[in-house]
């Protein structure tokens, strides 16, 4: 009987111990399938790695979408792709530069061979011309994105680019426009000078130094309206002024007496009961004006009118605008150079305009204004029934 209690208790021993033994080898296998700590209980274990894990989830998630904010944040459009060459990351601007169905088969077309180049470790760019509304230039640059490896992807940004190529044609058209007007001038003088230092007749003489002084009042004209437009354009100039626009009408006819006079063109300004003001610059917007009765009044013939007329405007439930249009009758202005004429230096007739002196800097000027003031120009002619330019300017509430 002894024996038999012996027996039955070392049963048991055993076989708690070879219970322990194996759920501690179970739960040491559990843990080392798990990636948990040594000795650590798997249940507990495995709460706490799906915790980290699910905090590293939410990093990265965190992560992506601050990088897809700042991708979509960016001026320029970009494009990235994997070793295959799929895309797997385009921002907002590349998608909306591809929009339209013509310029996004321009665009990926030009996308899928840069970003090829780019896969074979090659950096590359193009230029790509799309047409319009509006028509505009964009710039493709594409770089491998390196690896450990070898190239794992590409990078393909591209930039709307229409406005500095646009900045930049203009400047060269202002370098060549303006070597033009100085060249024409200074030649002439230089002639003048040789013949009127090899002339004996009076007559003569005096025929070559008035022919001098009015080359010279074109340098000098041509130089002074570049100067003027130049300030203008500056950021340094006050915009505080309240400018009556009767007081400016009135000034702007007195500085172009002078010259109505001499053509025999009458000058005459309408206004409203209503006393007007606007806020700006007073000295650049009577500038506007008088270039715009001198520009009237030069391409006018004898016995023509100038009326210059000033009123409110503006869309109704929209900013009310003081609207000052400068009327004339003279030969009108060409349909195909109206789009043209608030540009430097450009002139509907070369040779009509070495007559009256005109520089071709004048109506820039008036449009440089206007836009200073939160305003516009505008034109309206017939050629052969005269033209009208109107400027709208914000209207100051308080005109003292």
Known sequence: MTVLVAIAVTAVVVAAATAAWTRRTTSDAIASAIGARAGAHPVEEHRR???????????AETRARLLDLALDGLASGVVITDGAGTVIVRNQVAGEMSAQSHVQ???????????AAALQGKSAERELEVSGPPPRTLLLQAAPIRGHGGVDGSLVVFDDVTDSR????????FVANLSHEL????????????????????????????????????MSDTIDGLLELSRIESNTQ????????????????????VAAESKSVT????????????????????????????????????GDRVTVRAGLGGEPGGSRQVVIK???????????????????????????????????IGLSIVRHVAL?????????????????????????????
């Open 372 to 400: 200073n003031h939160g305003g516009s120009v505008d034109v309206e002619s017939f050629e052969g029934d005269g033209s009208t330019f109107t400027i709208s300017v914000p209207l100051a509430e308080d005109p003292k």
């Open 326 to 360: 400068v009327q004339d009758t003279g030969r009108g202005i060409p349909q195909r150079d109206l789009d043209r004429i608030f540009e430097r230096f450009y002139r509907v007739d070369r040779s009509r305009d070495s007559e009256t002196g005109g520089t071709g």
């Open 238 to 257: 006050s915009y505080d002024d309240a400018v009556v626009v009767q007081r400016l009408l009135d000034d702007a006819v007195a500085r172009t007496r």
């Open 183 to 218: 060249r024409t001038p200074i030649g002439a003088i230089s002639l003048l000078s040789e013949m009127l230092a090899d002339e004996d007749d009076g007559e003569t003489r005096s025929t070559l130094t008035e022919r001098l002084v009015i080359e010279t009042g074109r």
């Open 166 to 173: 646009r900045i930049d044609s203009t400047r060269r058209d």
């Open 267 to 302: 000058v005459t300004t309408v206004l409203g009961s209503e006393t007007l003001a606007m806020r700006g610059n007073a000295d650049q917007l009577l500038s506007a004006v008088v270039n715009l009765v001198e520009n009237a009044i030069k391409y006018s013939d004898p």
């Open 105 to 115: 088969t321009l665009v990926e077309a030009a996308c899928d061979e840069l970003a």
């Open 49 to 59: 790695l799906l915790d980290e894990a699910s905090r590293r989830a939410d990093g």
